[in-house]
């Protein structure tokens, strides 16, 4: 089992950043990638970035130049760092790891972008 907590979401305005945290405990060497999905109103889960165990990152194509992914291994920790954020960018942000066996999420965190 893996535990998910997910911290730093907010309020921002237009033009502004924030940095989202997510913490990992429990089978945490059994994780291959940890990512960060999001979910609009009235929209379907997307993809925002994944990071594997060795670092290699993946961005969706919205999101490329504007959010950075990373890990602190020894704090079992994702962030996701998010600049430039847009209105289209409101969405609760859930953190995701995935092992051999299942996907895990976290409960999510509410990002809201004033215009």
């Known amino acids: 089992q893996v535990q998910l907590v997910e911290s730093g979401g907010g309020l921002v305005q237009n033009g502004g950043s924030l940095r989202l945290s997510c913490a990992a405990s429990g089978s945490i060497f059994s994780i291959n990638v940890m990512g960060w999905y999001r979910q609009a109103p009235g929209k379907e889960r997307e993809l925002v970035a994944q990071?594997?165990?060795?670092?290699?990152?993946n961005y969706a194509d919205s999101m490329k130049g504007r959010f950075t992914i990373s890990r602190n291994n020894a704090k079992n920790t994702v962030y996701l760092q998010m600049n430039s954020l847009k209105p289209e960018d409101t969405a609760v942000y859930y953190c995701?790891?995935?092992?051999?066996?299942?996907?895990?999420w976290g409960q999510g965190t509410q990002v809201t972008v004033s215009s």
């Open positions: 990071i594997t165990r060795g670092g290699s990152t």
């Open positions: 995701s790891a995935r092992t051999v066996i299942d996907d895990y």
